[in-house]
């Protein structure tokens, strides 16, 4: 078991039309950050989605990996493909809900105020911050980063309360199917 | 509780942390473009010395925190070498003034080696 504090984190939040994701080592300290969007029609199969992920795990070496669950199809997927990912280096995958980002954020009421703390308590982002969308406007592709390091601080802070999903033994996801989501 | 492997090093982030381009940073190093810097980055070459204090000049980052993972594994295991170091230089049959200085050393700046935990380490 090691020290929480310096367990490296790589947190994602995966959208259906693109991921955020934040390497930390400890609450603040903010290793790496970014966000890529899945491309469509000729060009989405350049790079699959599952090889940006075995880039990163090969690159940040995470202990532990947390992803921001949603129920969307495209996002169901794609976490599967993470999951797979981390299964091959046998990292434990750790899955968020909503309700714990919330909880670990309490008195903060929506994401744009919840993306201004982050930028304030780690001075890296503060140049990502974007400006708040109006209700036409669509969202601003920064806020996956802010949404991703928030999943990750969110880890910190609540350890407890992630669910621990692999590594297991046996993945619910055959062969055959996973090489026709990649592929 | 072990604390978690540090990586070799953080250049890739405190590149990011600044900004800078791989060409500039190449620039701030005098090569001619990011094609080293950028080996450096991804663990295929370890910089020399003289690159590791220009990049810690650069990120004003100590070296120690820049090469985090290369220095705790560079220091693992010195303990156990010094412990050998000072095992041989006790079962010295002459133990003159020269060897009591170097035994006091390793005490002063080691602290005190015992020789039953390192019985081991004195055969190699």
């Not at chain 1, 919330?102 to 911050?129: C, E, Q, V």
């Not at chain 2, 980052?61 to 000072?86: H, N, Q, T, W, Y």
Request: aromatic share 10%.
């Amino acid at each position: 078991m090691q020290s929480l504090e310096r367990q490296r984190v790589l947190a994602f939040f995966v959208q259906p039309w693109r991921f955020g994701y934040a390497v930390l080592e400890g609450p603040n300290n903010l290793l790496d950050w970014g966000s890529k969007r899945f491309l469509k029609g000729p060009r989405a199969a350049c790079i699959p989605f599952s090889v940006k992920v075995a880039r990163l795990l090969s690159k940040w070496k995470p202990d532990v990996i947390v992803i921001k669950i949603s129920h969307t199809t495209g996002t169901v997927r794609k976490t599967k493909i993470i999951e797979k990912e981390a299964e091959g280096l046998e990292i434990p995958v750790h899955l968020a809900h909503g309700r714990e980002l919330n909880d670990a954020f309490p008195s903060l009421p929506n994401r744009h105020a919840r993306a201004k703390f982050i930028s304030a308590s780690i001075p890296t982002l503060a140049g990502w911050l974007p400006q708040k969308p109006k209700i036409w406007q669509s969202e601003p592709y920064q806020m996956s980063v802010f949404d991703s390091v928030a999943v990750g601080i969110a880890y910190y802070r609540q350890r407890d309360r992630f669910p621990d999903v692999t590594v297991r033994s046996n993945s619910t996801l055959s062969i055959e199917s996973f090489r026709r989501l990649v592929g | 509780m072990a604390a978690a492997k540090r990586l070799p090093h953080y250049l890739n982030t405190f590149r990011k942390r600044s900004g800078l381009s791989l060409n500039e940073i190449a620039h701030l190093l005098g090569n001619r473009d990011g094609a080293q810097f950028h080996r450096y980055e991804t663990y295929q070459r370890v910089p020399p010395l003289d690159i590791a204090f220009a990049l810690s000049a650069i990120f004003k980052v100590p070296i120690e925190d820049l090469f985090a993972g290369i220095r705790e594994s560079a220091k693992a295991d010195i303990p156990d070498r010094m412990a050998a170091v000072a095992c041989s230089l006790k079962q010295r049959e002459i133990q003159d003034r020269v060897v009591m200085r170097k035994l006091s050393w390793i005490a002063d700046n080691h602290g005190p080696v015992e020789a039953e935990s390192n019985a081991a380490l004195c055969n190699h």
